[in-house]
């Protein structure tokens, strides 16, 4: 059955969102930015048509909303922010996404194209499994994390609440990258990161003075 889906927020990875709507079949009712600058313009040919306060008089029956926004502290706010006025949040699968059937999505998540998420895994609230990202078999992303575009999750990893999973990087197995980290753009990280720390390189290291 198509989904009735209303984007929140407008950035380029709302075009992402609107896309992958698109070719699911799946009808966008309206998209909201709080960007006052944003209001009346066009994105994939649908008119932005006011802030988050138009979420108030559009009903939560039969309607879904996707964050259409990539920022983690961004996505986070927005999603609490649906789900407090009602609405449940789409998980979003792109067609050519791999997924296991015994994968565990969450609500509000979106996985990309070609992205895969292989036997054992889940992927948390909100989270993105970005375009070509893997995800190997018993790996847990946790809620708003981001895997950013072709980065490798070996098998048994845990990636941390609110973390950033840099495009291209590698996480070996068994390895625990702790909530709110950062890791960089094609980092391989041999060993656990504790919360909040940023790391960058081959293998990763933490960033001094941080």
């Known amino acids: 059955m198509n989904k009735y889906v209303v984007v929140v927020g407008a950035g380029g990875h709302a075009k992402v969102v609107v896309d992958t709507l698109r070719l699911l079949g799946d009808r966008v009712v309206a998209l909201l930015d709080s960007n006052q600058d944003l209001r009346g313009s066009f994105l994939m ?7 988050d306060e138009m979420l108030d008089d559009i009903t939560s029956a039969g309607v879904l909303t996707s964050v259409g926004v990539s920022s983690i502290a961004i996505r986070r706010k927005l999603f609490e922010m649906t789900r407090a006025k009602g609405f449940r949040n789409l998980s979003l699968i792109h ?24 036997t054992g895994s889940r992927v948390g609230l909100n989270a993105i499994v970005n375009t070509g990202a893997v995800v190997d078999h018993d790996t ?17 990893v845990s990636i941390g609440a609110g973390t950033l999973i840099g495009a291209g990087a590698t996480v070996l197995p068994d390895v625990r990258v702790g909530d709110d980290c950062r890791v960089g753009a094609g980092a391989t990280v041999v060993a656990d990161v504790a919360n909040g720390t940023t790391v960058v390189g081959n293998p990763a290291v933490a960033v001094e003075g941080q």
Request: aromatic fraction near 0%; hydrophobic fraction near 45%; charged fraction near 15%.
């Open 95 to 118: 067609p050519t996404a791999i997924l296991s059937r015994t994968a565990e999505l969450s609500e509000g998540c979106q996985v990309m194209a070609r992205a895969v998420v292989q």
């Open 45 to 51: 040919g649908h008119r932005i048509i006011g802030g």
């Open 140 to 156: 847990v992303v946790c809620d708003h994390a981001h895997i950013g575009p072709g980065a490798v999750l070996a098998h048994r």
